[in-house]
């Protein structure tokens, strides 16, 4: 079956530094990766859609600048926050969809924690 | 889904009921729906999905029916269980594997 690693898991950082979240297909190659945010008791929330060798597309209201994603290659991903400031204290988490030929649909990723103090 | 909501509706059974979580999505052009089971701190584990030309799929102790006239999907669960409890949340996609809207989500607490 189709797995998504993320990593860390659980990060805390200092307000103002930046933080780098990998999210990496195991056993598929991943054309398309998404990344979401969670707040607690809420849904996840699509801040951007990242496509292999190409720039993301973020969703209304997410600034780019603040959320780095770079998609280098069809298994990895990458979410950086940047200047972090206690109110980017959420659940991150990123999906991947496999290229065209298997049946994987959309897999996740185990989320990551990061708190900014 | 719907938009995101700022609380969380809790369904509460007791052990070996069966559970009926209710869902409404608003895209019309959504042909591929999902429902996701989130656990404290995890990332969406995939229950069971659906075609847009289904209108029910049966799983293993799951059941998702889909209303595309009123743009409604629940899951069933029969003989819940206590390792059920957990967040459940709906997702639908339109065709092509482009954007996964997720809606509200439920939180299932099943009793001993």
């Known amino acids: 079956g189709a797995v998504v690693s993320q990593h860390p898991s659980r990060v805390i950082c200092k307000s103002g530094t930046s933080v780098k979240i990998e999210c990496r297909s195991l056993d598929f190659q991943a054309t398309t990766m998404f990344w979401y945010r969670q707040f607690p008791k809420q849904s996840l929330m699509l801040m951007a859609t990242?496509?292999?060798?190409?720039?993301?597309?973020?969703e209304q209201g997410v600034e780019k600048d603040k959320f780095l994603i770079n998609h280098a290659s069809l298994t990895l991903s990458t979410l950086t926050v940047t200047s972090a400031h206690p109110e980017d204290s959420s659940f991150y988490i990123c999906?991947?969809?496999?290229?065209?030929?298997?049946?994987?649909?959309?897999?996740f990723g185990s989320g990551t924690r990061l708190t900014v103090v | 889904g719907e938009s995101v909501g700022l609380h969380l509706p809790t369904l509460s059974v007791q052990e070996g009921d069966n559970s009926i979580i209710n869902c409404a999505y608003s895209n019309s052009a959504s042909d591929y729906f999902i429902w996701y089971k989130q656990e404290s701190g995890k990332g969406p584990q995939f229950i069971i999905d659906i075609r847009s030309n289904m209108d029910k799929r049966q799983g293993q102790r799951v059941t998702v029916l889909l209303n595309k006239t009123v743009k409604h999907l629940s899951l069933q669960i029969a003989a819940t269980q206590p390792g059920d409890s957990a967040v459940y949340f709906c997702?639908?996609?339109?065709?092509?594997?482009?954007?996964?809207?997720f809606g509200k989500g439920t939180m299932l607490l099943v009793s001993p």
């Open positions: 999906s991947a969809v496999a290229t065209a030929g298997t049946n994987y649909g959309y897999t």
């Open positions: 997702a639908d996609s339109p065709p092509g594997y482009s954007t996964l809207t």
């Open positions: 990242s496509n292999e060798g190409s720039k993301a597309t973020y």
